[in-house]
């Protein structure tokens, strides 16, 4: 029995010809609402959409979305979205129109070498933008990031150098300009079952606060060198077990009291437990097109111990740019 009717459209993805997609709805914050965007395409390499959003609370929006790739050059994405919220709207809370927009663009670029460029830039017209109109992106990327990063990635180490600044004053953000970075992967010592491994860096930090925070910038130059030495050994041939030692050297030119040149030392070690058990189920299948022949279930179960001295500076006296400032004594098991 019929209940009701749905218009249908199909448009195959594999098509090269303009598509209008319409979403309609309603949400408290929105009111009635219709969201439309059209799909315009020059190439493969050339499209992206248009859109022209109404809400019965909130007026017009538009906005475009263009996507490109270059071949030699790289690719990217440009974004634009306008709003001139609440014009001629009894719902405007201030009587008046608010212009409120967001600019995003990305770019990435594969070089020689296997080094990679990307950058990204960001910028909003106010602090809850993101919030209001584009939540999804919001839930995703409450504080959308500006950076440029070069980024090569070797079998036996990974180096990068980042350029991290704010464009949006009303958000709290630390800065790196620059970050260098370089992370050797775990490397077999000769032929033994030792292995080492290591992380340095070097950032020169300013954090930068909400403007609407009454705080300064905090500055500090840090240079962290993590080393680490492992054992790898397997017990009554089903336990992996690998006991580990390592150091962390920080530098700073400056701690949250304004001291100077102070350098904090952190020492640890402990080891991990792992083993690995399998069943195969006689399971064969064809539901959904999945194609099932047979299911092997893993289970992994492991055990860590890790002891870590006091560090020589707590943090308390340093001032927190990420999580290696906030390092602290550890003593325990995860399972």
Same mark, same amino acid.
């Given at each position: 029995?019929?209940?009701?009717?749905?218009?249908?459209?199909?448009?195959?993805?594999?098509?090269?010809?303009?598509?209008?997609?319409?979403?309609?709805?309603?949400?408290s914050g929105w009111g009635?609402?219709?969201?439309?965007?059209?799909?315009?395409?020059?190439?493969?390499?050339?499209?992206?959409?248009?859109?022209?959003?109404?809400?019965?609370?909130?007026?017009?929006?538009?906005?475009?979305?263009?996507?490109?790739?270059?071949?030699?050059?790289?690719?990217?994405?440009?974004?634009?979205?306008?709003?001139?919220?609440?014009?001629?709207?009894?719902?405007?809370?201030?009587?008046?129109?608010?212009?409120?927009?967001?600019?995003?663009?990305?770019? +990435?670029? !594969?070089?020689? %070498? $296997?080094?990679?460029?990307?950058?990204? /830039?960001?910028?909003?017209?106010?602090?809850? &933008?993101?919030?209001?109109?584009?939540?999804?992106?919001?839930?995703?990327?409450?504080?959308?990031?500006?950076?440029?990063?070069?980024?090569?990635?070797?079998?036996?180490?990974?180096?990068?150098?980042?350029?991290?600044?704010?464009?949006?004053?009303?958000?709290?953000?630390?800065?790196?300009?620059?970050?260098?970075?370089?992370?050797?992967?775990?490397?077999?010592?000769?032929?033994?079952?030792?292995?080492?491994?290591?992380?340095?860096?070097?950032?020169?930090?300013?954090? +930068?606060? !909400?403007?609407? %925070? $009454?705080?300064?910038?905090?500055?500090? /130059?840090?240079?962290?060198?993590?080393?680490? &030495?492992?054992?790898?050994?397997?017990?009554?041939?089903?336990?992996?077990?690998?006991?580990?030692?390592?150091?962390?050297?920080?530098?700073?030119?400056?701690?949250?009291?304004?001291?100077?040149?102070?350098?904090?030392?952190?020492?640890?070690?402990?080891?991990?437990?792992s083993t690995r058990f399998y069943k195969?189920?006689?399971?064969?299948?064809?539901?959904?097109?999945?194609?099932?022949?047979?299911?092997?279930?893993?289970?992994?179960?492991?055990?860590?111990?890790?002891? +870590?001295?006091?560090?020589?500076?707590?943090?308390?006296?340093?001032?927190?740019?990420?999580?290696?400032?906030?390092?602290?004594?550890?003593?325990?098991?995860?399972?």
């Amino acid at each position: 029995i019929p209940i009701f009717y749905l218009p249908l459209y199909i448009q195959p993805l594999s098509g090269k010809y303009p598509e209008v997609t319409v979403v309609p709805g309603r949400t408290s914050g929105w009111g009635y609402y219709a969201l439309t965007a059209w799909r315009y395409y020059f190439n493969d390499d050339s499209k992206g959409f248009v859109h022209l959003d109404y809400r019965e609370k909130k007026g017009l929006a538009e906005g475009i979305d263009y996507k490109y790739n270059t071949k030699g050059l790289g690719s990217g994405l440009a974004r634009f979205y306008y709003t001139h919220e609440n014009d001629d709207l009894a719902f405007s809370k201030s009587g008046s129109a608010d212009d409120r927009w967001r600019a995003q663009y990305r770019h +990435r670029l !594969d070089l020689p %070498e $296997d080094t990679t460029f990307t950058m990204e /830039l960001n910028k909003v017209s106010d602090r809850d &933008f993101m919030k209001d109109y584009l939540y999804r992106e919001f839930e995703e990327d409450p504080i959308s990031d500006n950076y440029i990063l070069f980024e090569t990635s070797k079998p036996n180490y990974i180096m990068r150098l980042l350029a991290r600044k704010r464009l949006n004053t009303f958000f709290t953000v630390v800065e790196r300009l620059p970050e260098a970075n370089l992370e050797i992967n775990n490397q077999k010592l000769w032929n033994t079952n030792f292995y080492y491994s290591s992380e340095k860096s070097a950032t020169n930090f300013i954090k +930068r606060y !909400d403007d609407q %925070e $009454d705080r300064s910038p905090e500055e500090a /130059l840090r240079i962290d060198d993590y080393e680490k &030495f492992s054992y790898s050994a397997k017990l009554f041939k089903f336990l992996y077990f690998t006991p580990f030692v390592a150091t962390r050297q920080t530098y700073y030119s400056q701690n949250r009291w304004k001291v100077s040149s102070q350098l904090r030392s952190i020492y640890e070690f402990g080891a991990d437990l792992s083993t690995r058990f399998y069943k195969i189920f006689d399971l064969h299948s064809d539901f959904l097109g999945l194609n099932i022949n047979r299911l092997r279930h893993v289970i992994s179960p492991s055990v860590a111990f890790l002891h +870590r001295h006091q560090p020589t500076i707590s943090p308390d006296n340093l001032h927190q740019f990420d999580s290696i400032d906030a390092i602290d004594r550890n003593n325990g098991f995860t399972l």
